[in-house]
């Protein structure tokens, strides 16, 4: 009830700031499990991708999220775990108990999309996308028909600067492009450049600059 | 006639026009058979969402100067974010950006809700002009500074200091015109709306000449000719609502239809400078705020200024 509510404010908090609006590039949502993967340069990026799908597919969508981070502290426990279902990967390799892409395998095999990031950390650079990490690809691996959907946050990073209090209340988009699949016998490398490629794809289109 | 009658002759003036509008958008629809037609379906949701921006002026004029004030404010607001959206902000603008947001538009409608004419005219000009530069430069970020400084003070500008002067033509002392002034605002946007919708129209039809094919490709010389000459006999007729001479409405009108036809390429040439067709997505069919705003942009200070300055007390 609490986690319902809370979710109810969250995004719509997220959505008067932001006005975010969806764009599906050729593509429909659908309701069958779902790899979203997204470029990450804020807490709120998976708000923003969760408050704009369609409710049916948001409640069977759940955000992979570092544990170091969302599982601190009750507030943000109750909200990674709680409010958004989160799984809560250890990103540390020495106190690592769980395997990561077995945890999202599960849940894929449970029924439930999942929203991943696959840079591993928020982008705080000026380059607009980070080299991917391994882990989508090993989830492709270890789920070969699953599909997994490119996902670009636009401008979140300009309503709210890590590090700021008050946001400055500048148009979103979230574009979600067309999905990929791993094919057989694909190199990690060849597959992990397709994704990053397809992502940077989305990414609207940048005007000259003087 | 009082200003209550007026107001509601004019509206339901509006309404009349609006349903023959809408009457000629099903026929033509029907005509074109169903998807045939992107001109005519974008001529519907465009009259959808006139009904939509007529209701919500009406709503407002209902509640009276504040609901004025608030509507306005909000355009202002929505406008701002759609310009800001467009630009390329840095982090180092981010406490200049709030200041924008959350301090300088509430300031400014606030200083037009208490008719406070000399601080209003200058607080975005002034104030904001050199106080924004100062928070930016605090930040100590010097790529693209003056660039930067220059498009915040451009969005203030456009979207809420010219925006602003709509409402503030409530505030006005115009001798035996008290208590009208919202018919005043009517006025403005009738006729600057009418223009536009008129270029519109009467370029598709007639149109040939292009007047600036790289900037506008829509913008035709027997559209602009035609709307703007056509609002200003709009304006003419409506002197009764005005404390205008039927000669001087049509005077004040031919000024605001130039102004905003002036308004509509500055804002073109803006879009295509940034690579984009309409500055949002807010409004079904017309685009974004700003894209129905433009031309009432560069009209409201010109009219409001000139109304103030050869009829106001």
Known sequence: MTAKVLAGLVTFFARSITAVRAEWRGYLPDLKPRIYFANHVSHGDFVLIWAVLPRAVRIRTRPVAGADYWGKGPLRRLIGRRVFNAILVDRDAETKTADPVQQMAEALDSGASLILFPEGTRNATEVPLLPFKSGLYRLGLARPGVEMVPVWVANLNRVMPKGELIPVPILCTVSFGMPLRLRDGEEKMAFLERARAALLALRPRETARL | ?313
């Open chain 2, 1 to 313: 006639m009082t200003a209550q009658d007026q107001t509601i002759l004019l509206f339901v003036g509006i309404g009349v026009v609006l349903v023959a509008a809408t009457a000629a958008g099903l026929i033509l629809a029907r005509r074109a058979g169903p998807g045939r037609e992107p001109v005519i379906d974008n001529l519907n949701q465009r009259i959808r969402a006139w009904w939509v921006m007529v209701l919500l002026i009406g709503g407002a004029f209902l509640i009276g100067k504040i609901g004025v004030i608030v509507l306005f404010a909000f355009a202002s607001f929505t406008a701002l974010r759609e310009f800001v959206t467009l630009t390329e902000t840095r982090r180092g603008d981010h406490y200049a950006l709030v200041a924008a947001f959350f301090l300088v538009l509430p300031i400014q409608y606030w200083l037009i809700a208490v008719g406070w004419y000399g601080l209003y005219s200058i607080l975005i000009p002034v104030y904001a002009f050199l106080f924004m530069p100062i928070v930016a430069a605090l930040r100590g970020d010097t790529t693209r500074f003056m660039e930067r400084v220059a498009v915040a003070q451009w969005a203030l500008m456009l979207a809420v200091y010219c925006v602003s002067h709509v409402p503030a033509l409530i505030t006005l002392d115009i001798p035996g015109y008290e208590g009208r002034g919202l018919l005043l605002i009517a006025f403005l946007v009738v006729v600057v709306q009418s223009s536009d919708v008129l270029q519109y129209v009467l370029g598709k039809v007639y149109g040939k000449r292009k007047i600036t094919p790289l900037l506008s490709p829509s913008k035709t010389l027997e559209g602009a000719v035609g709307g703007i000459g056509a609002a200003t006999l709009i304006g003419a007729a409506l002197w009764w609502i005005t404390p205008f001479a039927p000669h001087q409405a049509a005077s004040m009108a031919l000024v605001v239809a130039l102004m905003g036809f002036f308004g509509g390429l500055v804002m073109s040439a803006i879009k295509r400078d940034r690579g984009v067709k309409d500055w949002g997505q807010m409004i079904e069919g017309h685009g974004g705020v700003l894209d129905r705003l433009d031309s009432v942009i560069f009209a409201a200070p010109v009219f409001f200024h000139l109304t103030r300055y050869y009829f106001a007390a």
